[in-house]
């Protein structure tokens, strides 16, 4: 399950950092960040805390590229509109293909929110749909054993989200055109329909 959570993380920022055609997100002030984020509406949400600055923006950006992580993002834009900014989305993993729609609002100073759905066909591990929702709150200065870049989720171990970006995008180009796992997703996603 690492995996999954790994694609669908990368793919993720992927479509929140990458410079768009005609528009993309505000450079988030510099500080410590914390972040509230909901999948599906149900379970205990993630609180994640990130220390951020103009260059580590910039390096999420430069990692991901345009396009997502080794462009297996065919279409990657951000639009700018009257309450906010609108996101698309449309990738490729492992045979799968994953298209998200999403809308923020907020100043990216002190606060912004978030609202992504991302469809996946065929499913991914049984799951063909998600829904996320994220809210952002600007905390001050980032504290002193928090470096720009690291970020810890609900208090685990503090690692650095560049490096960590950077990992993950050689994970998933070794995925990306994996038949064994494209083999076993197709598997996983059959016994997961006969358990319904």
Known sequence: MRTYALVFGVISISSLVSPAVADSFPTRRAGLWEATISLNGGGAPQVSRQCVDASTEESLRGLVGQGGPKGMCAVSTVEKV?????????????????????????????????????????????TGRTETTIHAVYKGDCPSDMKPG?????????V????????????????????ELAKA?????????GRR
């Open 82 to 126: 009257a309450d906010g900014y609108k996101m698309h989305a449309e990738c490729s993993i492992a045979g799968s293909s994953m298209v998200t729609d999403g809308s923020f609002t907020g100043d990216f100073e002190r606060e912004y929110r978030g609202s992504l759905v991302s469809v996946m066909e065929p499913a991914m591990v049984g």
């Open 150 to 158: 690291d970020i810890s989720v609900n208090g685990g171990a503090v």
């Open 160 to 179: 650095n989200a560049t490096e960590s970006v950077a990992k993950a995008q050689e994970a998933l180009e070794a995925l990306k055109n994996n038949p």
């Open 185 to 193: 997703m197709r598997e996983m996603q059959r016994a997961a329909q």
